[in-house]
């Protein structure tokens, strides 16, 4: 049973320190999602790749978030340095083409304190 | 940019009762349709999702959801819901033959036994 696999699961940090995050999408799939999830705003886009490429970051605030897919097997996320407000769970998709469905991972529980 | 809106931000309901949840989206063009479950604290599964055809969409533990064109809408039911479906349901959308999905809010259901 194929799964998008993240770590770590949960992140507790101070603010300032860098934060990465990882997500191995299901072999095989081109598209790769990050979100972030909290109460307030609910379900964000925040950055998305097709073939390793980035396509859309508009969702990530630049300053402090990158996004990167270094390889087919492997996408990270990173906040330089951290704040308060960054604290949220983080899900990582993947999808086999353009608009199908997306297949979510487990999610990284962000809290920085 | 398309938006998704679903009307309640939590139901509460018993065991046994029929279940609808409201979702509309604003998009003047042909869109993706998709309903996703979470579980407390999961990630998200989908439920069911709609690309063409038949309008009424059968998904997966009875849920079923039907698309209406002219109302923008698709809304997802059940007809006897169990205490097993709490969790926070999410209507979503992106436009044919894009990627980036536009989630609601989330409606919050709880079922009483």
């Known amino acids: 049973d194929a799964r998008v696999t993240q770590t770590p699961r949960h992140k507790v940090t101070e603010m300032g320190q860098e934060v990465t995050m990882r997500c191995q999408p299901i072999?095989?799939?081109?598209?790769v999602f990050w979100y972030r999830q909290t109460m307030m705003q609910g379900l964000e886009l925040l950055a998305y790749?097709?073939?390793?490429?980035?396509?859309?970051d508009s969702g990530m605030p630049k300053d402090r978030f990158s996004a990167e897919m270094p390889d087919a097997t492997l996408a990270t996320l990173k906040i330089q340095p951290s704040e308060p407000r960054d604290s949220a769970v983080y899900f990582c998709?993947?999808?086999?083409?353009?608009?199908?469905?997306?297949?979510f991972g487990p999610g990284t529980r962000l809290t920085v304190l | 940019a398309q938006s998704v809106s679903q009307h309640n931000h939590h139901v509460i309901l018993s065991e046994a009762a029929s279940l609808e949840l409201g979702c509309n989206y604003s998009?003047?063009?042909?869109?993706?349709l998709f309903w996703y479950v979470q579980y407390p604290g999961q990630h998200l599964q989908l439920l069911l999702k709609y690309f063409s055809g038949d309008p009424l969409v059968k998904g997966i533990k009875g849920f079923e959801a039907e698309f209406i064109k002219s109302k923008f809408s698709f809304n997802l039911r059940k007809p006897s819901v169990q205490w097993s479906d709490t969790a926070e349901y999410f209507c979503a959308v992106n436009p044919r033959g894009y990627s980036t999905l536009t989630f609601g809010k989330g409606t919050m259901l709880l079922v009483s036994p």
């Open positions: 790749f097709r073939n390793r490429a980035p396509l859309d």
């Open positions: 998009y003047g063009g042909t869109v993706n």
């Open positions: 072999l095989g799939h081109n598209t």
């Open positions: 998709a993947s999808g086999r083409q353009a608009d199908d469905e997306q297949f």
